[in-house]
């Protein structure tokens, strides 16, 4: 692929345009989705933005007092979301400028067991926002209560605080 051919891959065409109307087109990102690729479900391939680059750090499943108040998968990613976005707010940043997500589990069979109530507490705060996302069970985390770690990376466009 040549550069100018990379080029016309990322301007929207008017398919583009009408299939992936979302919030994240006002937050001034756009997801990636390469012709005739099944559509992902609770994350995208990709996604392109232009602003400030936010970088969040590892978020687990406890409150602001470093203390686990749910020791189920579900609860702890509740609360890890709940902190993504609190670390974003100090930049004025929401879910819709979240560009990628990387979640780190322990259990793979107790998230594929909890899909239902993860899904919820994913889209009670961070609505109907897909990132970039990757998912990888590890062995354990540093915290020993912990279940899962997301990290995050958000785009701000200019001018926002």
Same mark, same amino acid.
């Given at each position: ?47 392109? /933005? ?6 969040? /750090? ?29 670390? &974003? ?25 909890? &899909? ?24 354990? &985390? ?20």
């Amino acid at each position: 692929m040549t550069p100018a051919d990379a080029r016309r891959r990322e301007e929207p065409t008017p398919d583009d345009a009408t299939r992936r109307k979302s919030p994240a087109a006002s937050s001034g990102t756009r997801r990636l989705q390469p012709p005739g690729w099944a559509e992902p479900k609770g994350y995208a391939n990709g996604v392109v /933005a232009e602003g400030r680059m936010v970088f969040v /750090a590892g978020q687990i499943g406890w409150d602001e007092g470093a203390t686990f108040r749910a020791h189920d998968l579900v609860g702890q990613t509740r609360q890890a979301l709940k902190n993504v976005l609190a670390v &974003l707010a100090e930049v004025g940043a929401g879910p819709e400028h979240v560009v990628r997500m990387t979640w780190y589990i322990t259990d793979r069979e107790e998230y594929l067991a909890n &899909l239902r109530g993860v899904g919820e507490a994913y889209r009670d705060l961070m609505g109907r926002h897909f990132p970039a996302m990757t998912m990888v069970e590890v062995s354990a &985390l540093v915290e020993g209560e912990a279940r899962v770690e997301i990290e995050a990376t958000a785009v701000v466009p200019a001018g926002t605080s």
